[in-house]
């Protein structure tokens, strides 16, 4: 009867792998930890500054024209067209179709 022996196997390309101390686990993992949570916290801290910028910018640049045409508007609906402030309560801005329209602008706006 003839004994196999195992045979040893030779890989190419391949360096074997040390085994890692403690304290090189523990770096790498600490690593992996700390990009993780910098990444995540300077994407959001980059999406509110980005959206206070956008607060700031349009603020500063729309805000006096608001003003203007506003009171503008008003005046010239006192005046001209004689109203007198009252609101019609049976005139409804709301409606079904528009809510809806309005849903889905708010849904593929912001995503899902």
Partial sequence: MQQLQPQMSISYGEPEKKPRSKCMSFVCCMWKVFTCIFSHVTLVATVVAYCFLGAFTFEHLEA???????????????????????EDVDQIQWTFFGALFYSIIVITTIGK
């Fill in 64 to 86: 006096e024209n608001e003003r203007n045409s506003f009171e503008k508007e008003i005046l010239t609906a006192m005046k001209k067209d004689g109203w007198d402030g009252n």
